[in-house]
């Protein structure tokens, strides 16, 4: 079975700022990961996704997150944080069967 | 393109009451989803349908029931709602594979009074 944890439900962080979501995961076959952003009143978009290959993925908004098999960690980051990227972002592992699990959610604040 | 739509958007049920979520997708996706979405909680999977005419439970799938009507629908009925049901529901699609991502309705906001 898979599952999905992430550190810190609430993240602040001031504008300009280095944006670190930390999101670690456990499977028992090659995982398939993803992290999806949740706009208030909105559903989810897919910000970024790792299948095979590269280990570094790149994402929409300037966000990026790194596979480390050795760590099962899928942290998302971003150089430079933006009022606009304040929202509620998920991680989420699929393997194996078609089940899709997410995680607890982290919570993005930006102070100006 | 309307892409995954769920019906209704929000609603207010008695304890006991019964109600059935909607969900439609327009992808020509063989797997569907259903999620409750909490305070804290994240999302959790209720049920999923791999595939037309099968379906399986996820991590919390007591006090509902689904409906794989074909491959476009896949919907969620509660039969006695409780309290403990108040929460947002998403209704979700994708393709077979397990590299693909799943695309998102907005939402049903259902209360329990």
């Known amino acids: 079975a898979q599952s999905v944890t992430q550190l810190g439900s609430h993240v602040s962080v001031s504008e300009g700022a280095l944006v670190l979501l930390r999101c670690n995961y456990s499977?028992?076959?090659?995982?398939?990961l993803f992290w999806y952003v949740q706009y208030p009143n909105q559903g989810l978009q897919l910000l970024l996704k790792y299948t095979t290959g590269a280990t570094l993925v790149k994402g929409i908004n300037g966000f990026e997150a790194e596979f480390k098999k050795s760590e099962t960690s899928f942290h998302l980051t971003k150089p430079s944080a933006h009022m606009s990227d304040a929202a509620e972002y998920f991680c989420?592992?699929?393997?194996?069967?078609?089940?899709?699990?997410f995680g607890q959610g982290t919570r993005l604040t930006i102070n100006p | 393109n309307a892409g995954v739509t769920q019906t209704p958007k929000f609603q207010v049920l008695k304890t006991g009451q019964s109600m059935t979520l909607q969900c439609a997708q327009d992808?020509?996706?063989?797997?569907m989803y259903w999620y409750r979405q909490d305070p804290g909680m994240g999302l959790r999977l209720i049920y999923y349908s791999a595939s037309e005419g099968t379906t399986d439970k996820g991590e919390v799938p007591n006090g509902y029931n689904v409906s794989r009507l074909n491959k476009r629908e896949f919907s969620l009925r509660l039969e006695s709602a409780a309290p403990s049901q108040t929460s947002v529901y998403f209704c979700?699609?994708?393709?077979?594979?397990?590299?693909?991502?799943?695309?998102f309705g907005q939402g049903t906001r259902l209360t329990v009074v």
């Open positions: 979700a699609s994708r393709e077979w594979t397990g590299n693909t991502e799943a695309f």
């Open positions: 499977s028992s076959v090659p995982p398939y």
């Open positions: 989420a592992v699929s393997a194996g069967a078609q089940k899709l699990v």
């Open positions: 992808m020509n996706h063989n797997s």
